[in-house]
């Protein structure tokens, strides 16, 4: 905290000590003191202090030094360098796909924040340097190879001070270097989203560590607009239930292996589960009756990050569920159609060992490669291999999700239910499904207008007040 409440004492001198001259202040309630070898020294500094207090510089109550030192000292802390204090302070609290996302974002900005381009190293060459080693805390501890060790030496002596951020210029190249993909292209709105929040994450750490002028990040002075891109689900890539059904036969129909993941897919669809939901869905978690309805009640998921990145050197990390308390759980009903077919599933082929449905034929946890593989199959089996080629229409797994949600939708189900059962947030449903809910909509307004011309007798309405009859 910073004070000029400030008071600056005589220079004591104590012979029986190696500094016999100690210089004594204090700092709001805090008392600070250095000793020095020569008086020289000592009155030397406590004249620089003075200066400073008369020429009404404010001091920093914790380390008793003027703002003005404490800038000029900060001034030397590079981006680079704060980045990886971001990342160390970071590291142990973060689950293994969020750190992979700071590196990414970091990734991303430090090559724009540099103060020249001369002989700097191939885009390609430091991004590996900056994500894999830079700012992944696991292999801090190891030497990376000499390439990437050049290259790293090269952003930590080029890195602009973090200081420069404050400067309007220098904090749009890094808005503008998260805007873009690594070929120029814009990114995706999400992505760049995701990234300013990381750099917005940074700046307030520098702003905690008072490296800034002020104790406000640089960034909330920045007018700024994600890129714009289609984040609402595309109508000709959601299939509707009888394209389902024939997709599924389809899966079923790839030799075994596609017939134990027909229920997997199902999941997609029928719960509007996320891939990684699925992959962690265990036999405890399913209320399958004889009849009717049953339930899953979903409590994570199960994502591939890599060996790197997790703290036992997994290549699987298990989360607890998307934007949920740790201990929290989902609970979706699911219809008859696929309550018997979970029922068929288990009873056909069995758990794995800590009761998980889904797994591949040694056991495992089900990859992305994988099940992406008999997908595709199974599309071109449905679809024919022209259609297939050309056509967007449920080209990736994740597309049966959306499915699953806009049946919700345009059957007349509420949006809150919606967003609650494929656990993401109203504003995030709105914005996905936009098109759906603008049919839903339309739907709504027919009805109003069936009911409107029911009360009425059938005959529009004269142009009367509200509540007149005709």
């Known amino acids: 905290m910073l004070t000029f409440d400030v008071r600056i004492y005589s220079i004591e001198t104590r012979r029986d000590r190696p500094k016999p001259y100690r210089l004594r202040w204090l700092v709001g309630t805090r008392k600070h003191s250095k000793s020095y070898t020569l008086k020289a020294q000592a009155d030397g500094r406590r004249s620089e202090l003075m200066t400073a207090l008369r020429n009404q510089d404010q001091f920093d109550e914790e380390t008793g030094l003027p703002a003005s030192e404490l800038r000029a000292r900060h001034s030397a802390v590079t981006w680079y360098e704060h980045a990886r204090t971001y990342i160390d302070r970071k590291w142990d609290a973060a689950p293994a796909k969020s750190r992979k996302s700071y590196a990414d974002a970091l990734a991303t900005i430090t090559p724009a924040l540099v103060t020249t381009a001369p002989g700097a190293p191939a885009p390609e060459l430091l991004r590996r340097a900056l994500y894999g080693w830079a700012f992944n805390r696991n292999r801090w501890s190891e030497q990376p190879p000499a390439e990437l060790a050049a290259a790293l030496r090269w952003v930590e002596k080029n890195s602009v001070p973090i200081s420069a951020l404050e400067d309007a210029a220098t904090l749009r190249l890094a808005l503008d270097a998260l805007s873009r993909k690594t070929d120029g292209s814009p990114a995706a709105a999400s992505t760049a989203r995701r990234k300013k929040a990381c750099l917005s994450d940074v700046l307030n750490m520098a702003a905690e560590a008072e490296y800034f002028r002020t104790p406000v990040s640089p960034l909330s002075t920045v007018k700024w607009r994600a890129p714009k891109s289609a984040e609402a689900v595309d109508p000709e890539a959601v299939p509707h239930p009888g394209q389902v059904d ?145 056509s967007r229409l449920a080209r990736r797994p994740y597309d049966l999700r959306h499915a699953g949600v806009s049946l919700w939708l345009s059957s007349g189900v509420e949006p809150i239910e919606c967003a609650r059962r494929a656990g993401h947030s109203v504003a995030v449903l709105f914005r996905v499904y936009a098109k759906v809910l603008a049919q839903s909509q339309d739907r709504a307004n027919q009805k109003i207008d069936a009911a409107l011309q029911d009360w009425r007798g059938g005959a529009p309405s004269p142009g009367g007040r509200l509540g007149d009859t005709p």
Do not use: N
């Not at 339930?295 to 591939?304: A, F, K, N, P, T």
């Not at 699987?316 to 989902?330: C, F, M, N, P, Y």
């Not at 034929?361 to 679809?383: I, K």
């Open 246 to 390: 024939l997709l599924l036969r389809a899966v079923s129909q790839q030799g075994p292996r596609g017939e134990k993941l027909e229920a997997f897919f199902g999941c997609l669809y029928f719960a509007a589960m996320r891939p990684a939901e699925a992959a962690a869905l265990r036999a405890e978690q399913c209320h399958l009756p004889a009849s009717g309805w049953g339930s899953l009640v979903l409590r994570g998921g199960i994502v591939r990050v890599g060996r790197s990145w997790t703290d036992d050197g997994s290549a699987h990390e298990r989360r607890h569920l998307k934007a949920r308390a740790v201990q929290d759980s989902r609970p979706v009903p699911i219809p008859p159609p696929f309550v018997r077919l979970l029922r068929h599933h288990i009873e056909s082929y069995g758990t794995a060992p800590d009761g998980r449905l889904f797994r591949t034929e040694r056991g495992g946890l089900l990859q992305e490669s994988g099940y992406g593989e008999v997908w595709a199959r199974a599309r071109r089996s449905a679809l024919g291999e022209d259609a297939a080629g050309t």
